[in-house]
């Protein structure tokens, strides 16, 4: 695992038991959310679908803003409502926000060798994910 995957597994909590190694050698989509967010509803349905058509050298995660959020408790109640299937990881202090310069709930899209290759501001259709993720190779 290289550059910002080493500092993202160092500095998330993930809600689950998450393996970080999964991630090498694939193209990486992370998507900071917050449970309020709009674009952020409508996104991650499409954010499952993208890694279910992808699984082979694709892996979507989620991480939650939480010094965003009203409550904690939120992020349960998106994950539910929404029947979330990609790892949520939790950026607690807003470490890797202001390391990266995260502002708002952007998706941000990493290649296989840990580039930063893009990062969105939110709101991406599922054509413009596809069209992401195929430049990414």
Request: charged share 25%.
């Amino acid at each position: 695992v290289t550059g910002i995957l080493v500092f993202l597994a160092n500095s998330l909590k993930s809600s689950e038991d998450f393996d970080f190694k999964t991630v090498e050698g694939k193209n990486v989509v992370l998507n900071f959310f917050a449970s309020w967010c709009p674009y952020c509803k409508e996104e991650t349905p499409h954010l499952m679908i993208l890694q279910e058509n992808h699984q082979d050298d694709l892996v979507v995660l989620m991480v939650n803003l939480n010094v965003l959020e009203e409550r904690l408790e939120d992020v349960s109640t998106f994950q539910k409502v929404l029947d979330v299937t990609l790892p949520i990881l939790m950026d607690e202090t807003g470490d890797f926000m202001k390391k990266f310069g995260i502002r708002g709930t952007p998706i941000m899209l990493i290649n296989k060798d840990g580039v930063i290759k893009e990062i969105v501001p939110g709101g991406m259709t599922m054509e413009m994910l596809e069209n992401s993720i195929n430049n990414l190779n």
